[in-house]
């Protein structure tokens, strides 16, 4: 057992709150929060930063703030508080920024799916007609865009450490299973299943900036980075 870091700490708390507030407050902090499709007027610039302390559900919520304590205090110890804020909110924006770009191809994917296909049929509509409904409904939330960048930065630095995972008996090293992860996410990303509501792009831009991130500081900064 490790003793939880001070913003590890403050973030899990801001997150159990933010979700109770979710639940409970007549605004709706959700909608306010989410990320949407920067050309769809719901879209606020503050939602690159908001999306990322909104959950969808209890379920969703418990596994970030696992995944955060598991990987973010040991790399909080590593690297400082201070930096480790600055990392979390950068992984993040990276998420929010990847996901930006990738929404119309995402957009065109579910256009021709099946059930874009059934949807354009309901509607009398075509596909470019579905594809810019998509991105005007489009919304995303949740902590693990920037999480997959304290795991990407936790593999990097620590590559030898053993973990478990669910279903497989053996342990596996870290600089398998967070690889193994961006893999499937890109999978995913590129092949979406019916019913996926899973960020996975986001998910790989969280991972790809923190991985940049901590290679940098690494490389340029080795003294106050260890």
């Not at 990276?94 to 021709?112: N, R």
């Not at 669910?166 to 999978?187: H, N, Q």
Request: include cysteine; proline fraction near 4%; hydrophobic fraction near 50%.
């Amino acid at each position: 057992m490790q003793r939880t870091t001070p913003i590890v700490l403050n973030l899990i708390i801001i997150n159990v709150l933010v979700f109770f507030g979710q639940q409970i407050s007549p605004f709706d902090i959700t909608e306010w929060g989410s990320l949407h499709y920067f050309s769809s007027p719901t879209f606020k610039p503050h939602q690159l930063i908001t999306h990322m302390f909104l959950h969808g559900g209890i379920g969703h919520l418990l596994f970030n703030m696992f995944a955060l304590w598991m990987f973010g205090t040991v790399l909080e110890n590593h690297i400082s508080s201070k930096k480790f804020l600055l990392f979390y909110l950068i992984c993040g924006l990276g998420a929010g920024i990847l996901t930006q770009l990738t929404i119309p191809y995402s957009a065109d994917q579910f256009a021709k799916s099946a059930a874009g296909v059934h949807a354009a049929a309901l509607n009398n509509a075509d596909i470019s007609q579905i594809v810019e409904a998509y991105k005007a409904q489009y919304s995303m939330i949740g902590a693990s865009g920037a999480i997959m960048g304290v795991m990407a930065a936790f593999a990097y630095l620590f590559p030898n450490t053993e973990m478990f995972i669910m279903f497989i008996p053996i342990p596996i090293k870290a600089k398998y299973v967070v690889p193994g992860f961006m893999l499937i996410d890109l999978f995913g990303g590129i092949n979406p299943s019916a019913g996926d509501n899973i960020g996975h792009f986001a998910h790989l831009g969280g991972a790809l900036v923190g991985f940049l991130l901590v290679l940098y500081w690494n490389k340029t900064n080795r003294k106050t980075f260890y």
